[in-house]
Nanobody, 118 residues
Framework: QVQLVESGGGLVQPGGSLRLSCAMSGSIGRINAMAWYRQPPGKQRELVAWRTGNWTNYADSVKGRFTISRDNAKTTIYLEMNSLKPEDTAVYYC?????????????WGQGTQVTVSS
């Protein structure tokens, strides 16, 4: 079982920056992919950024502003967010999937609120 815990959300002014963290624990084994999703108020959850191996990709709405990365120990996933806009306001969730002793797993964090407002 793998647990993901997000942190780093908060209130920021337009144009500001935040870095979200997602700490992974448990029987992780091999990580296949990791991702950040967000759910704006009254809207469906959407994929923001994802990474598999050294390949990364981003939603068009955040390209050039957001960066997904992980630490060398591969137990923390980050989302660096720059030039934030009010439309980036949402609950942000991290997601990862992998294999432990050949058994697949997928896990979600509980979410962290990001509010961009003056």
């Amino acid at each position: 079982q793998v647990q993901l815990v997000e942190s780093g959300g908060g209130l920021v002014q337009p144009g500001g920056s935040l870095r979200l963290s997602c700490a992974m624990s448990g029987s992780i084994g091999r990580i296949n992919a990791m991702a950040w999703y967000r759910q704006p108020p009254g809207k469906q959850r959407e994929l923001v950024a994802w990474r598999t191996g050294n390949w990364t990709n981003y939603a068009d709405s955040v390209k050039g502003r957001f960066t997904i990365s992980r630490d060398n120990a591969k137990t923390t996933i980050y989302l660096e967010m720059n030039s934030l806009k009010p439309e980036d306001t949402a609950v942000y969730y991290c997601n990862a999937d992998g294999n432990y002793l050949f058994l697949p797993w997928e896990s979600w964090g509980q979410g962290t609120q990001v509010t961009v407002s003056s």
